[in-house]
């Protein structure tokens, strides 16, 4: 299958579903990942095209430790709003990578890039066949599937599918270590809401792999939600 992980911002992947798509790659399928923005507003200090310069060469640094090619849509950080030209930009994104199936944000989460991405991947997924809707890439006869990943520590979000990521836990740890302007980025601006004390944005994405691992009998794990839709038509699992 081609797999599309498609986040908000850059880093926004690696911690949701890093171990999973090392999963992915581990049993041959192809992995895309993309960010709808460049994240441009990640840094107190440098000026916001040099930040979204080097995040997006994390993400794609962090990517190649799996093999999979990273994709930037480029919209700006925070400022991402849904349009006919944001609508067309997802559609060509799914079909260039010909996504059997797409891992996405929750429809509900913290950030409302976020939830417009979910909103826009679910809205397009029907329309990926539709030749009369031009993109530069070509159609493919399929609807992909979509799976949901968790929000920052899982709140509000109880997983029906869970991706034993035990034997991909350093993958992760070192996908979401490329992403080294955010850690201190996110220790100044979040210092109050990460709370307890974390000494580094990610270790809270161990504390949350550990948490569903327990939950399904494994010591790592990553959780999702199937999209209403997709979970109807697909008897079939289409997670590692
Ligand atoms: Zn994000």
Redesign the pocket.
Known sequence: MNILAI???P??IEESCGGTLAKYVKQGHKVFTATATNGNIGSATLPMDEIARIRKEEARRAAAIIGAEYICLDYDDEMFFEDKAARINFINLVRYCKADVILTHSPHDY?P??ELTSKIINDIAVMIPIAKIETKAKPYDKIPIIAYFEPVHGLGFIPTEYVDITEEIEIKKAMCAEHKSQIAWMQDNYKDALGNGDKNFFDGMITMAKFRGMQCGVDYAEGFRMANDAFRVVPRRILP
Do not use: V
């Open positions: 986040g908000a911002h880093d926004d950030n890039d976020h």
